[in-house]
């Protein structure tokens, strides 16, 4: 899977590709549908397949006081295009060359121009251009007129509502992983790479991996069941806490899975941690005993949630 720059022109071999277009920030079930009927047609013309998203998100460019809210990381997503079908993955670098060029003028230079693109899928509630000035009835009008087909993608929707990143990350900020896997078809993962800590969980008897939560969404804050994927492909049960420690001070926002029956040095490895179930609240100790103690307590109920899940 190539990674490409959407200020540049894409290599000959994969002009002229089917385009999938969008933010796909979680990569949920309506954005696989997406890049789904893209890999489709390109497959079906003998075309290559692109999905195309945008870095920063259009949000944090407008609003950049904005809290941090992103589901996925270039690299995730990346993963995630590939292993839905895609040949490459195209990133719009978001700034104010890209936030003044007009829908008409996105599409001739940047899909026409610089991709050569024979065709391009959005979902149904897709924006583009300055001042949001194109939508996907504008899109089909430039496809007739620069030559290149337009596809729309209605949502997918669940029993209560359409599946939308807004509606996974509501859910877990209330502290529903799970809702938020079924939406996503897999669980929120937090990747990172792991960093020296104050070793206070090693001297307890629970070393644990330290995660910065960077650009993630912050979700509940407090105790959760979790799956790590290490940097050598090994998948490890544990729990985690993910906020600020308030027995600990100064308090420090990470995410800090202890990983059961697991002996080794992460520092330095880039690693994943999903999401499975959150168990409860953080809360504040009295003791360090008290603390192991309740830590004994969160790996004897993560053990028996990730053993149903």
């Given at each position: 899977?190539?990674?490409?720059?959407?200020?540049?022109?894409?290599?000959?071999?994969l002009?002229?590709?089917?385009?999938?277009?969008?933010?796909?920030?979680?990569?949920?079930?309506?954005?696989?549908?997406?890049?789904?009927?893209?890999?489709?047609?390109?497959?079906?013309?003998?075309?290559?397949?692109?999905?195309?998203?945008?870095?920063?998100?259009?949000?944090?460019?407008?609003?950049p006081?904005?809290?941090?809210?992103?589901l996925?990381?270039?690299?995730?997503?990346?993963?995630?295009?590939?292993?839905?079908?895609?040949?490459?993955?195209?990133?719009?670098?978001f700034?104010?060359?890209?936030?003044?060029?007009?829908?008409?003028?996105?599409?001739?230079e940047?899909?026409?121009?610089?991709?050569?693109?024979?065709?391009?899928?959005?979902?149904?509630?897709?924006?583009?251009?300055?001042?949001?000035?194109?939508?996907?009835?504008?899109?089909?009008?430039?496809?007739?007129?620069?030559?290149?087909?337009?596809?729309?993608?209605?949502?997918?929707?669940?029993a209560?509502?359409?599946?939308?990143?807004?509606?996974?990350?509501?859910?877990?900020?209330?502290?529903?992983?799970?809702?938020?896997?079924?939406?996503?078809?897999?669980?929120?993962?937090?990747?990172?790479?792991v960093?020296?800590?104050?070793?206070?969980?090693?001297?307890?008897?629970?070393?644990?991996?330290?995660l910065?939560?960077?650009?993630?969404l912050?979700?509940?804050?407090?105790?959760?069941?979790?799956?790590?994927?290490?940097?050598?492909?090994?998948?490890?049960?544990?729990?985690?806490?993910?906020?600020?420690?308030?027995?600990i001070?100064?308090?420090?926002?990470?995410?800090?899975?202890?990983?059961?029956?697991?002996?080794?040095?992460?520092?330095?490895?880039?690693?994943?941690?999903?999401?499975?179930?959150?168990l409860?609240?953080?809360?504040?100790?009295?003791?360090?005993?008290d603390?192991?103690?309740?830590?004994?307590?969160?790996?004897?109920?993560?053990?028996?949630?990730?053993?149903?899940?």
């Amino acid at each position: 899977m190539e990674r490409l720059d959407g200020a540049a022109e894409v290599p000959a071999h994969l002009r002229g590709a089917i385009v999938a277009l969008g933010n796909f920030d979680g990569f949920h079930a309506g954005h696989q549908a997406v890049v789904g009927r893209a890999v489709d047609r390109a497959r079906a013309q003998g075309r290559p397949a692109i999905v195309a998203t945008f870095e920063p998100h259009p949000m944090r460019y407008f609003k950049p006081d904005t809290p941090p809210f992103r589901l996925t990381t270039l690299d995730q997503r990346q993963r995630l295009f590939a292993a839905a079908g895609a040949d490459a993955m195209l990133v719009f670098a978001f700034d104010a060359t890209l936030a003044a060029l007009t829908a008409r003028d996105f599409a001739a230079e940047r899909l026409v121009g610089r991709i050569g693109a024979a065709g391009v899928v959005t979902g149904a509630d897709f924006t583009f251009g300055k001042d949001r000035g194109g939508n996907v009835a504008v899109l089909a009008e430039l496809g007739q007129a620069l030559n290149f087909s337009v596809d729309t993608v209605a949502p997918v929707s669940d029993a209560s509502a359409p599946i939308s990143s807004s509606r996974i990350r509501q859910a877990l900020v209330e502290g529903n992983p799970r809702e938020a896997a079924a939406l996503l078809t897999r669980p929120f993962a937090i990747q990172g790479t792991v960093e020296p800590g104050a070793k206070l969980g090693r001297e307890l008897g629970y070393p644990t991996a330290n995660l910065r939560l960077g650009t993630y969404l912050r979700p509940r804050y407090g105790i959760y069941a979790v799956r790590g994927r290490l940097h050598d492909g090994r998948v490890v049960d544990g729990v985690a806490n993910l906020g600020i420690r308030p027995t600990i001070n100064p308090p420090v926002e990470l995410l800090e899975p202890y990983f059961f029956d697991f002996s080794g040095d992460l520092y330095g490895r880039e690693i994943e941690v999903e999401l499975i179930e959150f168990l409860r609240d953080e809360a504040k100790y009295d003791s360090l005993d008290d603390l192991k103690a309740a830590i004994a307590a969160d790996c004897d109920a993560a053990r028996e949630a990730l053993r149903i899940s």
